[in-house]
């Protein structure tokens, strides 16, 4: 009894003590306040003036086995100890001469005449016998391409080094060698070659690695003499103010008079400070502080709402909350646009998944909700610039990296160094290091950099500070079924300064890390120098908002589209200055071997299925402001989806989002994406979202779409209304296709582009305009076997101007078969007959640098396709092919060769280059009753005649053939023959598709003696066809090529008729204009119709008068 009575006391005394020190520690004074945290960085170390030796280890999990004999199995390789990177290779019996130990990821990157060490210790499971030894060794680099034909076909090395060592000891032996590559290498594949003395008989037998890496050698610490100051060679990339953003403590909400303490009994109805496992309700009308020492830092607190009435303000002290859900329908206040919180302050949200909603209907679980009407106000010290660029290369070893801008950042946070990879998501180089020491703008890190990081005056690696002291995160089990936190505001919102992680729950909609949902326009709701990481689901969403900002934040590491705008009626926002990296698709990324892309349906494990191809920003409506962005990595790094109505809560909106041009789109970056799509680009303007109109369900495809973009966002087929999506001072590197774009109006003003297979593939009426696109320039992108070209021109129905563009270092491939496998600056699209150009291309103020000529334009001959016979465009000052005139490039036929004097062939090109003069290019079309049937797709050689220019002089054949899918250019002004090979059609019709102001083509066709024509034109579309007219007989073909086109003529062997088009003005209307380049329009439609009647021959039964001769008409015409 003595002792239970002990006891008591001792918890009594024990009790006192508590309320004593809470008492002392946390007064309920209305005055007292916890002393606020405080601004000052911790002390950094001075920068080391030695860089130390670094070693990349290589153990079990970080290598693989491979052998000739179908001998190859990843069970071979096994790893033993993690402490020493130890692993074992098992060989079976019969085993070969040698294996392969192949790294899984790439080497580090080596420069040329550094000595680095190779060691390793080795040993033998067991003594060999039967003479077998382990002769040697050689240590390997390769091309990453190359390792899947290793064991079946020769591939050099990029550097190989062959040792000998004690290899037949059962006790480990170290071995260490030295090595010095000659030239730089930037992506390569480590491989360790061992080779036996002969292959093994019938025993089985282990060996043993151990510590096996590669060592950077120690120097000096030297700042690099030539640090980048610019980032851009051309164009102008807009950052972020230098400036903190103002401050007045004066203002901080801790120091209002009117607050009472969360830990005062008499704040709440019941004088009783509420338990973590309540459910806690402000009291109503009253302003609540809550501070370090009012709150358990492990308890778990359930759920807190905060009444319209009330606010809940926290002070500005280290804190750690544990909480399932907090509900805002008045005010949480964590510090003010003008009073940032310099605290360590961390939010924990907890909850297993669920589909139930905790927090308020329709609000979820695990999280914040801020409801309409309600205020949230987070705001944590301010880390500027929340990122920057490297301002010199980093190679693998390095320690210390140096910036091209002002920093505060501090000692021990953690920083992101972007991949110079193009394939970020197959070899993830992607960085997070921690700070050493710092000093302006160098910063040391706690271990070495593993991977090479590009910082040339063409472009830089992205650096980004991931740290905040703020932090709102999903608890430790959010992992088991990605099921994070997440913050939802439907009032106004502003966030500055901190970190969100492990939020978001995936595929579950509107449960995003942060995310302003259904906020209609809102006024002064900002996300500012936030990061999120290691998100399950997006990372800011804008979702029924507008005029919100989003600037200067970071992203890392996301699963899903990362900034996301998400029903396709999200206008007037403003994304500034933000940064998206190592983003991922959900599930398999979306690919395909063709435009028409892949299609994807909602399911469970896909509730947006756009997520198959997420990428860094995905912009349903283009009317955004969209400044200063970088996007690495993703599927696409900026993506403009088609909707033709809006989705999810809007879907009875009438708008249509596709229609809507970008309102601005400045200054922004793409890099490391579109590689997983054969039409894949770092910004897409593709792909279409719709909602199934019989399940309700989102559907998705990547592929081809027009976008047909109007004033107001208001489709129209009146052109005075129609808009260019504009794309200005824009830098894709790494890239696919760099900026893609289906739509149907396109201006692209300022871009560069390096490291791509092409800077951008564009559709409709496209302008690229001053442009540095650069074929190679990074090391790790020489060591890639890619076909780079500086553009392909498309082969039908588009009109394409490039001006003022610099080409550069488009170096010959000399594998290549093909000029589509080759590094060239003009690539022609040649594969098809039913696809055939019209003049639809046009260069003017070109430049070429480090180029040879051969290199210049790339035309694959292909028979039986008519986009090959028919690839032109007009060279507008020459300064591409160095003609220095306006200059007519057609494809491989004699056809295009107008006149010897003016025209020559390049064998390089395979291509004729003839002055343009007076000349022009433009396109018709035969309809021929039996044989060309309008719109009829038929196969590439179905040939059915020739077209053959004649008159001026010519005398030879200059012809092209012709096939049953409808379609002819060539150089206007020119006469033209066509010669059908089952003879002359008793009608035909041909279009004047583009013919333009003062141009014509003079056509003849063969017909028997005697035959006598009607012929007539129409004007299609035009009221009382207007413009139409019924063609006379003249006195000779002299006659006919003179006239306005209202004459014909019959010499008995052949007529004669003048196509135009009499409804052309010459005005600037009828052409698109762009640069001091022009491509005329396609008229829809003039037609001429001929019909001819022969009172002595019969025609066929099909219609075409036969047994006619190949002549041409007179040259002298």
Same mark, same amino acid.
């Given at each position: ?266 704040? =709440? &109805? ?8 309540? %459910? *806690?309700?402000?009291?109503? !009308?009253?302003? $609540? @502080? #809550? ?103 980093? =190679? &693998? ?8 801008? %002002? *920093?505060?950042?501090?000692? !021990?946070?953690? $920083? @992101? #160094? ?700």
């Amino acid at each position: 009894m003595k002792n239970i009575n002990n006891k008591i006391l001792k918890i009594f005394i024990l009790f006192l003590a508590i309320c004593s020190v809470k008492s002392d520690t946390c007064p309920t004074d209305s005055n007292w306040r916890p002393t606020p945290a405080s601004s000052n960085s911790p002390v950094s170390p001075a920068l080391p003036t030695t860089s130390l030796a670094s070693d990349i280890v290589y153990g079990g999990n970080d290598l693989y086995y491979m052998a000739y004999w179908s001998m190859t199995d990843p069970n071979n390789l096994q790893p033993v100890s993690d402490v020493e990177s130890e692993f074992s290779i098992a060989l079976p019996a019969w085993a070969p001469d040698y294996f392969l130990i192949v790294a899984k990821q790439s080497a580090p990157a080596l420069k040329a005449n550094t000595n680095y060490q190779f060691s390793f210790d080795f040993k033998l499971g067991q003594v060999l016998t039967q003479g077998i030894t382990y002769s040697n060794m050689t240590l390997s680099f390769y091309k990453p391409g190359d390792i899947d034909y290793l064991l079946w076909s020769y591939r050099a090395p990029m550097y190989s080094f062959t040792f000998t060592g004690d290899f037949s000891s059962t006790t480990y032996k170290s071995k260490t060698i030295t090595f010095s590559v000659p030239v730089d290498l930037g992506l390569s594949t480590l491989i360790l070659q061992v080779n036996r003395s002969r292959a093994m008989d019938y025993d089985d037998t282990t060996i043993f690695y151990k510590n096996m890496k590669i060592t950077v050698p120690s120097k000096p610490v030297v700042a690099p003499p030539n640090l980048i100051t610019k980032d851009s060679e051309l164009i102008n990339i807009p950052k972020a103010s230098v400036s903190l953003d103002p401050q007045d403590l004066s203002t901080c909400p801790y120091l209002a008079s009117d607050l009472v303490h969360w830990h005062n009994p008499s704040t =709440w &109805s019941n004088n009783l400070v509420p338990q973590p496992n309540e %459910n *806690i309700t402000i009291p109503a !009308g009253k302003r $609540v @502080l #809550i501070s370090p020492c009012s709150i358990s830092q492990t308890a778990i607190y359930q759920r807190i709402v905060i009444p319209a009435t009330s606010e809940l303000i926290f002070a500005d002290s280290n804190l750690t909350m544990n909480v399932k859900d907090i509900l805002v329908q008045g005010k949480f206040i964590m510090g003010t646009t003008k009073c940032r919180y310099n605290a360590n302050i961390n939010i924990i949200f907890h909850g297993s998944k669920t589909k139930v909603d905790t927090i308020a209907p329709f609000y979820g679980s695990k999280g914040i909700a801020v409801s309409a009407g309600g205020f949230i106000s987070v705001h944590g010290k301010q880390y500027h610039n929340s990122w920057t660029k490297l301002a010199s290369t980093v =190679w &693998s070893g390095d320690r210390i990296i140096y910036v091209q801008d %002002n *920093i505060n950042w501090e000692v !021990g946070q953690q $920083v @992101l #160094i972007t991949t110079s990879q193009f394939k970020d998501e197959i070899d993830n180089q992607n960085e997070v290091l921690t700070i050493k020491s710092i000093l302006g703008k160098a910063i040391e890190f706690t271990t070495p950099i593993k991977f090479y990081h590009y910082g040339g005056k063409e472009y830089q690696a992205e650096v980004a500070l991931l740290s905040r002291r703020i932090i709102f995160q999903g608890n430790d089990e959010s992992d088991q079924d990605s099921f994070g936190g997440h913050v939802l505001v439907s009032g106004e919102g502003q966030f500055a300064g901190i970190q969100l992680k492990k939020m978001g729950q995936r595929n579950v909609k509107a449960r995003y890390p942060l995310h302003f949902h259904l906020a209609n326009v809102v006024q002064k709701s900002y996300i500012s120098d936030c990061v999120v990481t290691k998100s399950y689901y997006r990372c800011y969403t804008i979702h029924g908002t507008n005029n919100l900002t989003l600037t200067r934040n970071v992203a890392f590491d996301v699963n899903g589209h990362c900034y996301y705008l998400e029903d396709g009626v999200e206008m007037d926002n403003t994304l500034s200055y933000n940064l998206a990296a190592f983003v991922h698709t959900i599930g398999e990324p979306a690919a395909g071997g063709a435009q028409t892309g892949e299609t994807y349906y909602e399911n469970e494990n896909l509730t947006q299925p756009a997520d198959s191809a997420a990428g860094g920003f995905y912009i349903t409506n283009a009317y955004n402001t969209i400044i200063g962005n970088s996007a690495s990595g993703g599927w696409a790094g900026f993506s403009f989806p088609n909707l033709e109505k809006p989705i999810g809560n809007h879907k009875n909106v009438e708008m249509e989002p596709q229609a809507f041009t970008t309102k601005v789109f400045e200054g922004n970056t793409a890099h490391s994406s579109g590689y997983q799509w054969i039409s894949g680009s770092s910004i897409y303007v593709g792909g279409k979202l719709i909602t199934d109109e019989v399940t309700g369900l989102l559907v998705y495809n990547t592929g081809r779409h027009s976008r047909p973009t109007c004033k107001d966002g208001i489709f129209s087929y009146d052109s005075s209304t129609y808009l260019w999506m504009r794309f200005n001072n824009t830098k894709v590197y790494l890239s696919n296709l760099g900026l893609g774009h289906w739509g149907d109006r396109v201006e692209v003003v300022g871009l560069e582009a390096y490291d791509s297979m092409r800077p951008a593939s564009l559709f409709g009426a496209a302008w690229l305009s001053n442009a540095i696109v650069d074929g190679t320039g990074n090391i790790l992108s020489k060591s890639q076997s890619y076909n780079r070209q500086g553009f392909q021109f498309y082969d039908t129905y588009v009109t394409t101007i490039l001006s003022h563009i610099t080409f550069r270092n488009f170096i010959q491939n000399p594998t290549s078969v093909y000029p589509d496998d080759d590094n060239v600056v003009i690539i022609a699209l040649t594969f098809s007959d039913l696809y055939k150009p019209q003049f639809i291309s046009s260069t003017i103020n070109i430049t070429l640098e480090n180029i040879l000529p051969a290199q210049i334009i790339g035309h694959k001959i292909v028979p039986d396709s008519g986009s090959s016979r028919f690839f032109n465009f007009i060279d507008w000052d020459g300064s591409l092919v160095g003609t220095h005139v306006p200059t007519i490039v057609g494809s491989h036929e004699k056809w295009w060769s107008y006149d010897d004097s003016k025209c020559t062939y390049n064998n390089d090109w395979t291509i004729w280059v003839c002055q343009k003069g007076s000349k022009s290019v433009g396109n018709i079309e035969f309809w021929v009753p039996n044989l060309i049937i309008r719109g009829e797709q038929n196969e590439g050689d179905s040939f059915v005649g020739s077209v053959s220019l004649f008159g001026d002089g010519i005398t030879d054949v200059r012809k092209t053939a012709i096939t049953r899918n409808a379609g002819i250019t060539g150089i206007t002004s020119t006469g033209w023959m066509l010669w059908l090979d089952g003879g002359s059609p008793t009608y035909l019709q041909v279009w004047a598709a583009q013919v333009a102001y003062q141009q014509y083509i003079f056509l003849a066709i063969p017909y028997p003696p005697g035959t006598t024509f009607t012929i007539s034109t129409e004007n299609k579309w035009a009221w009382q066809n207007a413009y139409g007219f019924n063609c006379t007989l003249a006195s000779s073909a002299a006659e006919v090529r003179s006239s306005n086109g209202t004459k014909y003529y019959f010499d008995q062997t052949h007529l004669f008729v003048k196509i135009v088009n009499p409804v052309l003005t010459g005005s600037p209307a009828e052409s698109f204009n762009r640069g001091g380049a022009k491509i005329d329009d396609v008229y829809w439609e003039y037609i001429y119709h001929i019909n001819a009647t022969n009172p002595n021959v019969s025609p066929n039964q099909d219609g075409f008068y036969t047994n006619l001769s190949y002549t041409l008409p007179s040259s002298t015409l």
